[in-house]
């Protein structure tokens, strides 16, 4: 299969709970490949469900986690984060820092982040604010 340019370009939309990406194209109805982290709801903690979902427990096995998606973005040329959350929550950051950490080839093909409210955006309206993030980066660089 050839790799044309816009099928080389990848996008990552993170947050606490999802990862979805596209590595297959950008058009409209693309279909994310849509990652989750390890549960560790089985598992015996003294944190209420509800402390759980609103982050108040320890954080899930991040490294599983990122690690799914560094491989799912192996073969891409760039790459453009899209995240939601700041501080602690801000996976933008923790993600390229675990990418500089121990994906350094696939680090230095991150040409951007963005920080939106993915929670509110539909498919559509991600793949539509990459698209543009694309073409400023190509225009003028993040």
């Known amino acids: 299969m050839t790799i044309t340019a816009r099928s080389a370009m990848a ?3 993170i947050t606490r709970d999802e990862a979805r990406v596209w590595n297959a ?9 849509r990652l989750h982290p ?3 709801l089985g598992q015996h903690h003294h944190v209420r469900q509800a402390q759980h979902h609103r982050g108040h427990d320890t954080d899930h096995d991040n490294l599983r986690f990122y690690e799914s998606i560094a ?7 760039e790459i453009l984060i899209i995240g939601h959350g700041t501080g602690k929550a801000d996976h933008i950051v923790r993600f390229t820092q675990f990418l500089e950490r121990k994906h350094p080839a696939t680090a230095a093909r ?6 939106s409210n993915l929670y509110a955006m539909t498919e559509a309206q991600v793949l539509s604010a990459a698209r543009e993030g694309f073409d400023h980066f190509h225009t ?3």
């Open 110 to 115: 991150v040409v951007g982040a963005m920080d």
């Open 11 to 13: 996008i990552v939309a």
């Open 71 to 77: 491989q799912a973005l192996a073969d891409a040329n």
């Open 140 to 142: 003028w660089g993040f």
């Open 25 to 33: 194209g950008m058009e409209k109805g693309t279909a994310p490949q």
């Open 38 to 40: 390890s549960s560790d």
